[in-house]
């Protein structure tokens, strides 16, 4: 049988971590590395040149005196905790190909629940604000979905109960294959969310597949063409050649954050949503992976628990 080769691809193996991230000061060179690529800048002037006062781990800027650390104005700042579990946890967060719980995250970085929880939640806002910036173009097929809540007797998928609802949408290649994709949690499946959506995630342009839900023809606001394939409903359209990748990136979904989280709370779902995201679109290069999201965490401002929770309620 043929090796899939994303499956069989060569990650980043335990040794291998802890060769480039096993001590502080690996962590540290390596931050300092991503932070500033071209050597120091201080923040406040420019000035390319500093001393460093060592038994404060602060940098001090030789032309205005200023003096800032490696984490400060990034979402590292004023955690207590040693960039060795930062790191560790950057690793089983992008390698596990559906994440881990903070319960679990917890029991392998050594640090209470509430500490894994802040380092988990504020990683996944990192790769949230990240998610937002690339937009989809080509091919792509969308679907309406819903996650959560309990379902009310009767009703299933759309217009089911209390669920949070959220579009899923693939980019697919000239062969069909998937690219890369959406999960974005939006108000409801109505013409004016579908068409903001559109205009903030897809390229003028893009030929966008959907079934019949009426609300999809707002993608035409955004300048993109719309293709619709009217299905039916249950298996016929699960099955439906033309949603073949968005259907099945669905059931990973679901899968995926059932398995891992078993429960999670409604406001967190646009989180998680873009946690599945980000490991998908960026699965061909595992070990990357780890650099990569330690170079946008340094670009993300800090995000003290209050803002945690405020964060979430702008989703
Ligand atoms: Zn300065």
Redesign the pocket.
């Known amino acids: 049988m043929a090796k899939n080769k994303i499956q069989f691809q060569r990650g980043m193996s335990i040794p291998d971590f802890i060769t480039q991230y096993g001590t502080e000061k690996k962590c540290r060179d390596a931050l300092f590395q991503l932070r500033w690529p071209n050597g120091f800048v201080?923040?406040?002037?420019?000035?390319a040149t500093?001393c460093e006062i060592k038994s404060r781990k602060v940098f001090q800027?030789?032309?205005?005196?200023?003096q800032t650390s490696l984490t400060a104005g990034t979402i590292f700042q004023s955690t207590h905790l040693p960039l060795t579990i930062w790191f560790l946890a950057i690793y089983l967060l992008t390698q596990n190909k559906n994440g881990i719980s903070g319960l679990e995250l917890s029991r392998q970085i050594g640090v209470s629940y509430n500490a894994a929880w802040r380092i988990k939640h504020k990683l996944m806002q990192v790769m949230l604000e990240r998610g937002g910036t690339k937009r989809l173009h080509g091919r792509i097929e969308i679907d309406d979905s819903y996650l959560g809540g309990k379902r009310v007797s009767g009703k299933r998928g759309r217009g089911a109960g209390r669920k949070t609802p959220f579009i899923a949408a693939v980019e697919t290649d000239m062969d069909k294959k998937p690219q890369r994709i959406k999960l974005s949690k939006v108000n409801g499946f109505l013409q004016e969310e579908i068409e903001r959506w559109s205009i903030e995630n897809l390229e003028p342009g893009t030929r966008v597949v959907s079934d019949g839900l009426a609300c999809f023809n707002a993608v035409v606001n955004a300048g993109c063409v719309h293709e619709t394939h009217i299905v039916g409903s249950g298996k016929q359209a699960v099955e439906h050649p033309a949603f073949k990748w968005v259907n099945t990136i669905l059931g990973n979904v679901k899968n995926s954050l059932k398995g891992t989280y078993h429960s999670f709370q409604k406001k967190h779902i646009p989180r998680y949503l873009a946690e599945f995201q980000y490991r998908f679109n960026r699965r061909y290069d595992l070990p990357s992976m780890i650099p990569r999201l330690a170079y946008i965490a340094l670009r993300t401002p800090p995000m003290p628990l209050r803002l945690l929770s405020f964060a979430e309620q702008k989703w």
């Open positions: 201080c923040p406040l002037c420019s000035n500093y800027c030789n032309r205005c005196h200023h």
